[in-house]
C-alpha cells in the first residue's frame, strides 16, 4: 500500500462561513503538527480566491512529503499573501523559538512565538496582541489560548480537533507557520 | 465576526492528492452556497427574502424546503426547545444550518482515495472514515471556564456539536420565555447527523440537564453537559477517551 497522506485547508469565514483564505498542507500521516496556514484574512462576504486550495505538495525541503518515513513533520504550504517568510537555515534539535509575523486579524494584530525542541512544537505563545475594542479583547483572550492548546494537543494527543467556541484569528495561524518557517521546521 | 473552519483530509497515494483537492474545493463550495442561501445577514439570501416575505412556499428552494422540515423534526424531537420559529425577525434556522452544511460538505470528500475526512466550523465538526487504522476520531470538549483546558476526549464516528454561554454571550434564547438564556456552561452533543447534533446542543444549553429526558430517547445521540458548579453530566453511550490513550 502505498503511504497514506494527510491533507489539511483551512478556510476563514465571515458569518457562517463566507470567503475563504486557503491553504494547503501535505505531509504523512503520522506526523502531527500541522501548522495552520493563512495568507490573509478575508472580508465579510467576500468570495474565495479561484485557487484558494492551492496546490501543496511541491516541497523543495529534502524531509518532504514524498519522504513519509521521516521524522521531521514537513509542512507544505502554497500562501496568495504576505503571512509566510522562509529561512534558509538548517533544522536544529535544540530548543528553538521564533517569533512569526506581526498579522492583522481584523480586530486588531497579533504575533506569536512558537519554540520546537527536537522537532516537536513545545510552545505557542503571543507575543504581540493588540485589539481595537474590548469585545475584540474577549475575542483575543478566548481564541488564542484555544488555539495554542490545539496546535499543542494536536501533536501529543491524537485529538484531531476541539469541539467548542472558536473565535479565532487566521492570524494566529499565520503568525505560528510564519515562526515556523523561520525554524526551518516547515 | 470571523470564524475559523478547517478541512482535513487523509488520504492514500501522493499521486492523488489533485483529485483530493477538487474535493475540497467542492466541500468549501458547498459550505459557501449554504452560506449564501442561508445567511440571516445577507439580504439577498433566500432565507432573507423569505423573512421578508418575499417568497411564498412554492418558491422555495429543494434544500429550504430540506431545512424547514428538519426544523420541524428537530423541534418536535427536542419538545419544543429547539424553535427557530421563536426568535425576533422570524424563522431563524441557524443553529441547525450550520450543521447541515458541514453535513452535505463533508460527504463531498468521500471517494475511494480518502479513508478519513474532518471539518470543523467553529467547533462543529463532522468527520467520514477514519483517520488511521489504530483507533478513530478524537476530539476534545473545550472547557467552559478554561480557555486553554479541556473537559473530556470523546471517541466520535460521525459528528460532534458544542453549544455554551461562553460562546456568543446572548446568542441563545430561551423559546418559552423568549429571553436569553444559557442554563448550562456547556452542552456538547455526539451523534449520526451534524445538523441535528448542533440543533440539540443548543436545545440543551438553553433547558438545562432536564433536557436529557428526550435526548437519551433519541438513539444514536449523546451527550456531555457542564453545569455552571463544573458538574458533568453524559448520556451511557458516550466513548470517553483517556488523554494518554
Not at chain 2, 475540497?24 to 452560506?35: F, G, N, P, T
Amino acid at each position: 500500500m502505498s503511504s497514506p497522506f494527510y491533507r489539511r485547508i483551512i478556510i476563514s469565514a465571515a458569518g457562517l462561513i463566507a470567503g475563504f483564505v486557503a491553504v494547503v498542507t501535505l505531509h504523512p500521516t503520522g506526523v502531527t503538527i500541522s501548522a495552520a496556514l493563512i495568507s490573509h484574512r478575508s472580508s465579510p462576504g467576500s468570495r474565495p480566491p479561484a485557487s484558494a486550495s492551492g496546490t501543496g505538495g511541491k516541497s523543495g525541503s529534502t524531509d518532504g512529503p514524498q519522504a513519509p518515513t521521516t521524522s521531521a513533520p514537513s509542512v507544505t504550504s502554497t500562501t496568495q499573501g504576505p503571512a509566510t517568510t522562509t529561512s534558509t537555515s538548517q533544522p536544529s534539535q535544540g530548543p528553538q523559538s521564533a517569533q512569526g509575523a506581526l498579522e492583522q486579524y481584523g480586530y486588531g494584530e497579533l504575533a506569536v512565538k512558537v519554540t520546537v525542541s527536537n522537532s516537536k512544537i513545545t510552545d505557542v505563545s503571543v507575543t504581540t496582541l493588540q485589539v481595537a475594542e474590548s469585545y475584540s479583547g474577549n475575542i483575543a483572550q478566548q481564541a488564542v489560548p484555544m488555539l495554542r492548546h490545539e496546535v499543542l494537543s494536536q501533536q501529543s494527543a491524537n485529538i484531531y480537533g476541539i469541539s467548542g467556541a472558536t473565535y479565532t484569528s487566521q492570524a494566529y495561524a499565520a503568525s505560528v507557520q510564519s515562526a515556523l518557517s523561520k525554524l526551518h521546521f516547515a | 465576526m470571523g470564524t475559523l473552519s478547517t478541512i482535513n483530509v487523509f488520504y492514500i497515494g501522493h499521486q492523488n492528492g489533485v483529485l483530493v483537492e477538487n474535493a475540497i474545493e467542492q466541500s468549501c463550495q458547498q459550505l459557501i452556497d449554504c452560506d449564501n442561501r442561508f445567511s440571516a445577514w445577507k439580504q439577498d439570501s433566500e432565507l432573507s427574502r423569505y423573512r421578508g416575505g418575499e417568497l411564498s412556499d412554492d418558491q422555495l428552494s429543494r434544500d429550504f424546503l430540506e431545512i424547514l422540515k428538519r426544523c420541524h423534526q428537530a423541534k418536535e424531537l427536542s419538545q419544543g426547545w429547539f424553535d427557530p420559529w421563536s426568535l425576533e425577525g422570524g424563522f431563524d434556522p441557524t443553529g441547525l444550518v450550520k450543521g447541515w452544511a458541514i453535513q452535505q460538505a463533508i460527504s463531498k470528500l468521500k471517494s475511494d482515495v480518502v479513508f478519513g475526512a474532518v471539518i470543523n466550523v467553529g467547533g462543529d465538526i463532522a468527520v467520514c472514515g477514519r483517520p488511521n487504522d489504530d483507533h478513530g476520531w478524537h476530539f476534545a470538549v473545550q472547557s467552559p471556564f478554561e480557555r486553554d483546558k479541556i473537559s473530556c476526549i470523546l471517541e466520535v464516528d460521525n459528528s460532534i456539536a458544542t453549544s455554551g454561554g461562553y460562546e456568543r454571550a446572548g446568542e441563545l434564547i430561551d423559546p418559552f420565555l423568549k429571553i436569553p438564556c444559557s442554563r448550562l456552561a456547556s452542552a456538547t452533543v455526539v451523534g449520526p447527523d451534524l445538523c441535528f447534533a448542533d440543533a440539540f446542543a443548543t436545545s440543551l444549553c438553553i433547558q438545562g440537564v432536564q433536557g436529557l429526558t428526550w435526548l437519551k430517547d433519541i438513539s444514536n445521540y449523546g451527550a456531555v453537559l457542564i453545569d455552571y458548579d463544573g458538574e458533568s453530566y453524559t448520556t451511557e453511550d458516550l466513548r470517553l477517551i483517556n488523554p494518554r490513550d
